[in-house]
């Protein structure tokens, strides 16, 4: 038989878990269609792929890179590091939801920068699009339930009446209809955390009938991560619907050790009958706004002009800090086991210059203490700056990636070391996630085996979010590949130089078509945009 491709000699890890297995992969146009001794046979293009192994294209199931798909379709950094396929429109934020509406400043200010904007009204116009304009991943898109707000509310902080109410979930509905195969939340977030548990529990139901799936970044991550993950459950229980723990997590010293407990709760709810898993990016620091993290919650409340303008005045400004002094008396301290130390500015557009610097650095070089800085950089940034918090334990990512129930997601926007993406100070994990699993946490740490660590990242995702002919190594299956060195595979982006492809990823393959070969992007977009509804194609 002729094949178009043949990768011969390679150890296939399946996607299941099944032991490693020197065998051969066929491909036919964009399917799996042997796998075995080919020896006799012969294909258009053959690789030698002695030494090296074969995976599935790794499923990243939690990426916000349809901030990206519209001004870089070869994302880059997502498929350097083996992934075919993406789930975007997560944390409530959704693009293919936003229009060109005023309430959406900031979603067409960052697409703005890039020379793209908003050129549609439904997701089944933003799905249109980005397949006419092609992308190199597979796209598979949630709906934004902040997004929702914000088109059908507003920023406002209060519960949308009757009317609002039925337009959001009939606005989910029709987002299902379309191809959207399920809901997201950002629960620390305006406007997403404005909505109350009844309001999220209406919209949730609405993807129910489509075997949709809630994710949820949950309400809090920190001193509130057991109630948090309650929400989450009660929601999916009460909605009829599965449910997603986004990049899961205990934020702080004093919180370390609680995915225990939410661990546990996950499986006590899995016993009596709820659909839950969760995701994990392999990193000990988290990336969000600057105001997010550390701004009181009423002091956040509204517009990001509304914030600014309370941050702009002055007896505003004094409430504010008197008011993050107050319940956090450790926040004005500089000391060696300040947290100030471990908080590093991230994406800072206007002042690039202090990208990489920590808010200590900063607050011992103005003079004033570190509260007055956090503020003056909110500022002077007009609200657009993300901070990376070194956070997380990594005791505690041991304890979360061992769980069955875990599957990676990088949490990432994918990106270009090159031009204007290639200024701001994004976190490693856009082009990191994947390797580092397969570097560190099986090859240095032995956290995970092999197999298990390759169905977390291909085959559990998949069937998470109703792919079963794709993450697998199966004959009928989508030729979605990764071929990789297992003694270099690995990370090598960091926080202070995070542009960094990942070493030992040899080639990368979407729906048959090598989309990453020789260290660089082949320009080939060959994903497609998968609908949950098929109707809708």
């Not at 309430?103 to 997701?123: D, M, Y």
């Not at 010293?253 to 659909?275: C, F, P, Q, Y």
Request: proline share 4%; with cysteine.
């Amino acid at each position: 038989m002729t094949y178009d491709l043949i990768v011969r000699h390679g150890v296939v890890l399946d996607g299941l878990g099944n032991p490693p297995a020197m065998a051969d992969v066929g491909v036919l146009d964009d399917r799996i269609v042997a796998v075995g001794d080919l020896k006799q046979d012969h294909a258009a293009r053959e690789i030698d792929a002695t030494g090296k192994h074969v995976s599935p294209g790794f499923v990243d199931i939690h990426t916000h890179s349809d901030i990206s798909a519209t001004f870089h379709p070869q994302q880059e950094s997502i498929v350097s590091q083996g992934v075919t396929t993406q789930v975007v429109g997560n944390c409530s934020l959704c693009i293919g939801l936003c229009t060109s509406e005023p309430v959406f400043e900031w979603e067409q200010k960052i697409l703005g920068a890039h020379g793209a904007r908003i050129q549609w009204t439904s997701v089944a116009e933003h799905l249109r699009y980005v397949a006419d304009h092609g992308i190199a991943a597979n796209y598979v898109m949630l709906a934004g339930q902040g997004t929702l707000r914000k088109r059908f509310v507003g920023m406002e902080e209060r519960n949308p009446d009757s009317r609002e109410l039925a337009a959001m979930c009939d606005a989910v509905t029709n987002a299902c209809e379309e191809g959207a195969w399920g809901i997201s939340t950002g629960l620390e977030y305006t406007p997403s955390s404005y909505a109350d548990i009844d309001e999220l529990v209406a919209l949730t139901s609405r993807v129910a009938p489509f075997g949709g799936v809630y994710a949820s970044h949950l309400r809090n991550e920190a001193d509130l991560l057991e109630e948090a993950v309650a929400e989450a459950l009660e929601i999916g229980t009460r909605a009829g619907t599965a449910v997603q723990l986004s990049h899961h997590k205990a934020e702080g010293r004093s919180n370390w050790g609680k995915v225990h407990s939410t661990l546990k709760m996950v499986e006590n709810a899995r016993a009596a009958g709820l659909d839950v898993w969760l995701d994990q990016y392999p990193y000990t620091a988290f990336h969000n706004g600057l105001h997010t993290q550390f701004l009181p919650a009423w002091a956040n409340s509204g517009a990001n002009d509304t914030v600014l303008a309370r941050i702009r005045d002055d007896e505003t400004r004094q409430k504010i800090i008197l008011d993050m002094r107050t319940n956090h008396p450790d926040w004005d301290d500089l000391g060696p086991d300040s947290l100030w130390h471990s908080v590093q500015i991230g994406v800072c557009r206007n002042h690039k210059e202090i990208q990489g610097r920590t808010i200590a650095q900063l607050a011992r070089d103005r003079g004033m203490g570190p509260i007055e800085t956090v503020l003056d950089i909110i500022q002077s940034e007009n609200g657009y700056v993300g901070a990376v918090n070194f956070a997380i334990h990594e005791d505690d990512i041991a304890v979360v990636m061992r769980h069955p129930l875990t599957m990676i997601g990088s949490d990432a926007v994918g990106t270009s070391p090159r031009g204007k993406m290639g200024e701001d100070r994004v976190h490693p994990r856009s082009y990191g996630t994947f390797p580092r699993i397969l570097g560190r946490y099986v090859r240095e740490l032995g956290v995970l085996t092999e197999p298990e660590a390759i169905r977390k990242m291909t085959s559990m995702p998949a069937d998470r979010m109703g792919l079963p002919d794709r993450g697998r190594i199966e004959v009928g299956c989508y030729a979605d590949l990764v071929v990789y060195d297992p003694s270099t595979v690995g990370d090598t982006a960091t926080f202070e130089n995070p542009h960094q492809f990942a070493a030992g990823i040899i080639e990368v393959f979407v729906n048959g078509r090598s989309a990453w070969a020789a260290g660089a992007s082949t320009g080939t977009l060959a994903g497609k945009v998968l609908r949950k509804h098929q109707s809708s194609l």
